[in-house]
T-cell receptor, first 113, second 114 residues
């Protein structure tokens, strides 16, 4: 049981380049999330998808786009990377139910130079 | 104002100490509450849910005060292995049609030393 799989684990981009972070879960969860984590800032919600077919902005959506491709997959795209997007990105998923546990991918360490 | 605010830390304590972390949340309609643990350069993992009546899991006790919008985590008899960052989490499912929407605090770092 893989849980939540994120790719890639590490990435270095030049300013202005684009890339897509991939996330897939095999737990049949309804909701999926993208967070970024910066030192001292905790996890900040970028976008989330409450259910298949819906996406909503979180706290820090600027510079990002998302696609909920199907129930399993939720991708995050940086159209024109900026140094301020250097961060660790985590994908997560939850089932319905108020006490459900969130499962995370291992994270993507992105550096924009 | 942030949705979830925590003690900034870090907390440096000796083995065997009791340590308490506090957390406040701004949205009174928040539905459910959690503490997650994050080890250095790893993904967060659920430590425990927090219930209105308070709940205990071994050396860990969580409390919720809905009137004050305050959550706490108490760790008794600290172990070296407790060293980690502890994240307070609030579920704003009422804002997403009943689906979960988890908001994390910035985390409090705990360092337990011999």
């Amino acid at each position: 049981n893989a849980g939540v799989t994120q790719t890639p684990k590490f990435q270095v981009l030049k300013t202005g380049q684009s890339m897509t972070l991939q996330c897939a879960q095999d737990m049949n969860h309804n909701s999926m999330y993208w967070y970024r984590q910066d030192p001292g800032m905790g996890l900040r919600l970028i976008y989330y998808s409450a259910s298949e077919g819906t996406t909503d902005k979180g706290e820090v959506p600027n510079g990002y786009n998302v696609s909920r491709l199907n129930k399993r997959e939720f991708s995050l795209r940086l159209e024109s990377a900026a140094p301020s997007q250097t961060s660790v990105y985590f994908c997560a998923s939850t089932d319905r139910g108020l006490s459900t546990e969130a499962f995370f991918g291992q994270g993507t360490r992105l550096t924009v130079v | 104002r942030k949705e979830v605010e925590q003690d900034p830390g870090p907390f440096n304590v000796p083995e065997g100490a009791t340590v308490a972390f506090n957390c406040t949340y701004s949205n009174s309609a928040s539905q459910s509450f959690f503490w997650y643990r994050q080890d250095c350069r790893k993904e967060p993992k659920l430590l425990m849910s927090v219930y209105s009546s308070g709940n205990e899991d071994g050396r860990f006790t969580a409390q919720l005060n809905r009137a004050s919008q305050y959550i706490s985590l108490l760790i008794r008899d600290s172990k070296l292995s407790d060293s980690a960052t502890y994240l307070c989490v609030v579920n704003l499912s009422h804002l997403s049609g009943g689906y979960n929407k988890l908001i994390f605090g910035a985390g409090t770092r705990l360092a337990v030393h011999p």
